[in-house]
């Protein structure tokens, strides 16, 4: 990989099993999942209307 001075560093998206990364739902994705930046990535990444509930439930919930 060649560093370009003034431009970010690029790497590769690996896909992995989000299991592996939160093992536990409650305590590892949805405390994750709350933060409004990370809902609006989710959401626009997997083109679910449902999760601006979510959204709007957590914001309630906090």
Request: cysteine-free; proline content about 5%; glycine content about 4%.
């Amino acid at each position: 990989m060649v560093n370009t001075p003034g431009k970010p560093i690029l790497g590769r998206l690996e896909k992995i099993d989000v299991r592996t990364y939160w093992e536990r739902e409650d305590i590892g994705f949805t405390p994750w999942l709350v933060e409004s930046e990370n809902i609006e990535l989710f959401s626009s990444q997997s083109h679910s209307r449902d999760l601006v509930k979510i959204s709007n439930i957590s914001k309630i919930a906090v």
